[in-house]
């Protein structure tokens, strides 16, 4: 399987599948991941390096989010403070509250605390997965093979 065809059934349609079936906590969680997953087709290093999972994070908030979302991980480490915590407990860190519609609180701080409006990050990370799958498309980047032979499995199901 290549970049392109992962970042589209995984890192969009999957998520899509998810918004419209109006899950919450597992769509955050898959967003969070899939930011990750797609820095990694950002860099130039092999799809599964070890070690680079903050790195691609902020490489992809870098290169295909809104410029407040750098903003606001200069501030507080997004990495630490959402992917990490979601895939450790399933749940953000007490720094961040995460509201299911407010989009005009989305990415501010109340008292040291950040307001995350769950439908304008999923509104900004379809934006950005779709500008990853163009960029894949156009040659702009590397369309690396993400060799997991078990994937093949999931996507004969259909």
Request: proline share 2%.
């Amino acid at each position: 399987m290549n970049a392109r065809d992962f970042a589209k059934e995984f890192l969009l349609l999957e998520v899509v599948s998810m918004h419209k079936a109006g899950v919450k906590l597992h769509l955050l969680s898959a967003m969070l991941h899939g930011i990750e997953s797609a820095g990694a087709m950002l860099d130039s290093l092999p799809f599964k390096a070890k070690g680079q999972g903050r790195k691609r994070f902020g490489l992809a908030l870098k290169k295909l989010f809104p410029s407040n979302y750098q903003l606001v991980n200069s501030q507080l480490d997004l990495y630490g403070v959402l992917r990490s915590h979601m895939s450790h407990t399933m749940l953000p860190a007490k720094q961040v509250i995460v509201h299911a519609n407010s989009m005009e609180r989305h990415l501010s701080f109340d008292d040291s605390l950040l307001s995350l409006s769950l439908n304008a990050f999923y509104q900004d990370y379809r934006a950005a997965i779709l500008s990853l799958i163009n960029q894949l498309d156009s040659g702009k980047l590397k369309n690396k093979r993400i060799v997991f032979e078990n994937l093949e499995l999931i996507l004969e199901r259909k």
